[in-house]
């Protein structure tokens, strides 16, 4: 006979609860198997009893045994839906009584200003506390210390987080999470004690985080981080590896928070050790028979103090070089034989090539926007090709280059059961391809112009380019519409299609009521000769009409006489370009030139326009960037016609000669217009330094610039005794509404009929 009993013990919901739970009701409700006739569910409230009976390891009709009551309690609990569970034998029937956890009916923070509370409630629930989802009072504690955690990021070590349970209808709770986040905790002190070889203050330079400044409110540069003061660690290492200090440790740190949780010091102690020089450059190991080859890769010089930056480029150099060779796991190991007695150490580098390998196939993830195609034609590694790092190095810069993408990186993971095959993966962060360009001046003649454009690179991830100019200044409007497809051809042939109407009245002293009218239209093609060239041709047409003539200067009405009012013109062009610039942004090394003319071939006018741009970036020191451009223009009539005055260059304002108006720079009609020249020069140098109190802030940066140029008419000659010059400061900051450029500027070399503009600004946003 069977006697109807309960479980001894209630059981927690935990695995280990679980474990327990079942031994004890082994050891001491052990009943005979028997078959089971029943089942039966007691204690539901909102649960199914479907639900229960799934996770049950018996059925009716089955054997019941201790052991698969013991399973059934363990499954059970792993649902993680019930907060207690008990088993119950009558007679051949068996019941299951059920204790439901309560529901989250709703999550609610109070008093949390730093964080968005959206972004809160999403974080939560994925650690298991949201609406609808089972109450675990263990996982609000959890909950409750990640926001702490999260707090603490944020330097607030005073944040107090109280989480309250509030009972509702239907077994079902309110959870609500008050937070007090108090002060943010401030650097007060960094100390670095243990260093002879230089000074605090040269060591402290090299780090982000500093004490309180009248910047830091921006730069938030005095709020503490783990995960910051690992990298100036770093940065610390680095400066003393860099200078010969092979032994260099950093002892021990110590990060101290005072009792009202508003001040944290932070002390530092180092071990320098001596500075060793390099005596030589010993190479180990199999170079494949190509030493010459790889000791031509050697940075590291000897004579001069160890270096680990020269290290470093040394081992990527040949890793670099044994992977254009197929060897795709090459290991170079560095070991520096030291001296210490006489501080000197000779560099020896180890190679292990492993075995040559080739690569089965490339995939591309991460990109949910952009196709797949846009990524792919830019790969220069292959699939079912020897593995090549040249060409994979190549192919990522050339997808980064795209500039659709935050990161770009590329992983090689070798085939299960294979030794000479490996698979690529190209993994990219897509960013937002849209530009919203705003560029605004001041002057006395113009009073507020505005220029802009809308662009968008990535048209519906396709990788073609859409952009929309506008300008609407008092003397100069347009609206430029542009369309691109850069793989045109699948070869790498790029089109594009332009779109414009300008109406435009040069800079006058006496007004008028004319216009220069012109509506065209081109289209041009560029040809990719090497991996860094280009070179674009392209023909268009374009109609110029001249209206009106109160005010209309000589050099328009001789224009009118010779051409009439309208005039037609089939410019063919053609050009070059190179950018090796490290950043397009923020550039602080590398070269950009440009080459463009435009031949007038057909039509009314016939001409020859060309235009040459150079710009260099030297990187001074790893916080000051000294720039250079310059620009050069010259037009010419052909076949015995004039050279266009509506062709003219023009000087004077943003990306010429600053501190002058726009375009008032050149030749003056005798009307008192403006009408530029033909030939144009423009030199500009700026020197970045960093703003004070934003430490190693690159987006933040002081410049001062010094900039000259001019613009020359058909009959003047370029002389230097007509150049304009100025000097100014200004601000180049990376805004979070875009990239903004204010300067301000006085010429020191003018003339009394110049127009001075002191003030010009640009800024730029990203959509």
Known sequence: MHIPYMTAVRFKPSLLAALLASSLFHAAWAVEPFVLKDIRVEGLQRGDAGTVFASLPFRVGDTYTDDKGAAGLRSLFATGLFKDVRIQIDGSVVVVVVEERAVISRVEFVGTKEFDKDALSKALKDV??????PFDRALADRAEQELKRQYLTRSLYGVEVVTTITPAERNRVNVTFTVTEGEITKIKSIRITGNQAFSESALLSQMDLTVGGWLTWYTKSDQYARSKLNADLESIKAYYLNRGYLEFKIESTQVAISPDKQDISISINVTEGPRYVVTGV?????????????????NIKPGEAYKAEDVASTVKAFSDRFAAFGYAFAKVDFRPELNREKGLAEAVLVAQPQRRVYVRRVN????????????????????????????IKLSRD????????????????????????????????????????????FSSAEKFTLTGSVKQDNVFGTGNYLGIDLNTSKFNRTVVVTTADPYFTDNGISRAFDVFYRTSRPLSTQGGDYQIVTPGGSVRFGVPFTEFDTVFFGLGAEQTAIKGDLGLPDSYKRHRIIFGDRSLS??????????????LIAPTNGRYQRVNVEWGVAGDTRYLRSDYQFQ?????????????????????????????????????????????????????DTEGAYIGGNKRVNVNTELFVPFPGAGNDRTLRLFGYLDAGNVWGEDDRIRAKDLRASVGVGISWVSPVGPLKLSFGKPFRSFDYDKIQKLQFQIGSVF
Not at 128 to 133: A, F, Y
Not at 367 to 388: G, H, K, L, M, P
Not at 570 to 583: E, K, N, V
Not at 635 to 657: D, E, I, R
């Open 128 to 133: 298991g506390i949201g609406e609808g989802q």
């Open 282 to 298: 010993k190479l180990e190991g199999d170079y494949l028979g190509k030493e010459d080859t790889f000791n031509k890769l050697v």
């Open 364 to 391: 591309v993830a991460g990109n949910s926007r952009t196709r797949d195609e846009v990524i792919r034609r830019e790969f220069r590694q292959f699939e079912a090709a020897w593995y090549d790092g040249q060409k």
């Open 398 to 441: 050339r997808v980064d280059r795209l500039g659709y993408f935050k990161q770009v990186n590329i992983d090689t993971a070798e085939v299960p059961g294979t030794s000479d095959q490996v698979d690529l993966t190209i993994t990219v962060e897509e960013k937002p391809t849209g530009n919203l360009m705003l560029g605004a001046g």
């Open 570 to 583: 089939i410019p063919l062009t053609m050009g070059w370009a190179r950018d090796a610039r490290d950043s």
């Open 616 to 668: 260099q970036y030297f990187p001074l020191t790893n916080r000051i960037t000294l720039g250079f451009n310059t620009e050069v223009g010259y037009g010419a009539g052909l076949a015995g016609k004039p050279y266009p005055v509506f062709k003219n260059f023009y000087g004077g304002g943003l990306g010429t000669v600053r501190g002058f108006e726009q375009s008032s720079l050149g030749p003056i």
